[in-house]
């Protein structure tokens, strides 16, 4: 019996000892090893990405699709995340932006693409839940891990919100809070520690080449 206590007591220190692998270990292979260690360290994440590519340029309406690159780009976001879905996936009401959020795993939960813009991506449904909802769930009851699907300006609003002028402005966003037009397939990596929130930016790690 003493030897199997001391046993049970060496694997439990092992184990003790072990660190636990990190949950989205695609993800944080792409990022800076400068803030691996915080990435690792942090309480709650949450990815904000532009939507894939959608089947023109100048399609702009909310049914506008994605196009083939579009959709290889949400397979590719959808190998980063992993096989475990996120906690939570927000969108705007765009299809776009909700095919490209799907990729998290999780049903989406949609939100209107302007405050008071009440057109959805479905022809006659309305949206009535605005993005303040979604910042304020992810303030007031968090989550793990969140992925949130936006558009070129609605994806600097997330990084203003939780990360500030200076740190949005780093990551591309310009004085109109915009992306540049050019600007696909980056993701934006919000995470915090105890109260405060960071950003960093993986570059192009969902982007994919036109076939």
Request: hydrophobic fraction near 45%; proline fraction near 4%; aromatic fraction near 8%.
């Given at each position: 019996?003493?030897?199997?206590?001391?046993?049970?007591?060496?694997?439990?220190?092992?184990?003790?000892?072990?660190?636990?692998?990190?949950d989205?270990?695609?993800?944080?292979?792409?990022?800076?090893?400068?803030?691996?260690?915080?990435?690792?360290?942090?309480?709650?994440?949450?990815?904000?990405?532009?939507?894939?590519?959608?089947?023109?340029?100048?399609?702009?309406?909310?049914?506008?699709?994605?196009?083939?690159?579009?959709?290889?780009?949400?397979?590719?976001?959808?190998?980063?995340?992993?096989?475990?879905?996120?906690?939570?996936?927000?969108?705007?009401?765009?299809?776009?932006?909700?095919?490209t959020?799907?990729?998290?795993?999780?049903?989406?939960?949609?939100?209107?693409?302007?405050?008071?813009?009440?057109?959805?991506?479905?022809?006659?449904?309305?949206?009535?839940?605005?993005?303040?909802?979604?910042?304020?769930?992810?303030?007031?009851?968090?989550?793990?891990?969140?992925?949130?699907g936006?558009?070129?300006?609605?994806?600097?609003?997330?990084?203003?919100?939780?990360?500030?002028?200076?740190?949005?402005?780093?990551?591309?966003?310009?004085?109109?809070?915009?992306?540049?037009?050019?600007?696909?397939?980056?993701?934006?990596?919000?995470?915090?520690?105890?109260?405060?929130?960071?950003?960093?930016?993986?570059?192009?790690?969902?982007?994919?080449?036109?076939?």
């Open positions: 019996m003493f030897q199997t206590a001391l046993t049970v007591f060496a694997a439990l220190s092992l184990t003790t000892g072990m660190e636990a692998e990190f989205r270990p695609a993800l944080l292979d792409l990022a800076e090893p400068s803030v691996q260690a915080a990435l690792e360290a942090a309480d709650q994440h949450v990815l904000v990405v532009r939507h894939a590519r959608k089947i023109s340029p100048d399609c702009n309406g909310m049914s506008c699709p994605l196009s083939p690159q579009g959709e290889a780009m949400v397979a590719r976001l959808a190998e980063l995340v992993g096989p475990a879905p996120v906690d939570r996936a927000y969108a705007s009401a765009a299809c776009r932006t909700r095919l959020a799907a990729a998290g795993g999780r049903e989406v939960l949609a939100h209107q693409a302007v405050d008071g813009y009440a057109v959805d991506c479905s022809e006659g449904e309305t949206i009535t839940r605005q993005r303040a909802e979604a910042f304020a769930e992810t303030r007031h009851d968090p989550v793990r891990w969140t992925l949130a936006e558009h070129s300006n609605t994806s600097c609003l997330w990084m203003l919100e939780f990360a500030g002028d200076s740190a949005a402005a780093e990551a591309g966003c310009n004085a109109e809070g915009r992306l540049a037009e050019t600007a696909y397939g980056d993701v934006f990596w919000l995470y915090r520690t105890g109260e405060d929130w960071h950003l960093t930016v993986l570059p192009g790690a969902f982007e994919v080449e036109a076939e």
